[in-house]
């Protein structure tokens, strides 16, 4: 698995990934992270909100960007810079969700690419909502079975 060079990405290039939201991928996000806000992790409280239910941590929609951005596009070997994000609709446990990338600008020079990042549910409603920067990985060249 190898990601794309600045040389093979075009401004317009797109890829996605799409998940359904369980019950357990909150709690184990809860539990690696330690955020244990019950507005996602107890159905009580969250009732009281309002959301009316436990919401999905909006990092871990933010996890599914990361997701396309490190193993499709750029792909491996990329180095995530900088990521600027908008939530402007809840995820629910149960909601399909697509994070979607979209190459909006690539600097040859300083081998950087700008990606439009965002989520939308089942229901087509965009949930989050911003922008990458990425390094992708190095151009490598071969000379007489080496590298230069």
Avoid at 42 to 68: C, D, K, M, Y
Wanted: with cysteine; charged share 20%; aromatic share 6%.
């Amino acid at each position: 698995m190898r990601g794309k060079t600045i040389g093979e990405i075009q401004v317009g290039e797109a890829a996605s990934f799409s998940k359904t939201v369980s019950e357990t991928d909150v709690y184990l996000f809860a539990g690696i992270t330690g955020d244990m806000n019950p507005v996602h992790v107890n159905r009580e409280f969250a009732a009281e909100t309002s959301f009316q239910r436990p919401i999905a941590h909006g990092i871990l929609g933010l996890g599914l960007i990361s997701n396309v951005l490190g193993t499709q596009l750029p792909g491996p070997g990329a180095i995530y810079l900088k990521q600027t994000i908008k939530f402007t609709k809840p995820v629910y446990v149960g909601d399909t969700i697509t994070a979607m990338v979209e190459v909006v600008e690539k600097d040859a020079q300083k081998n950087k690419v700008r990606l439009r990042t965002w989520c939308r549910n089942q229901d087509g409603v965009t949930v989050m909502d911003g922008e990458a920067l990425m390094m992708p990985r190095k151009e490598v060249s071969y000379v007489h079975g080496g590298r230069v």
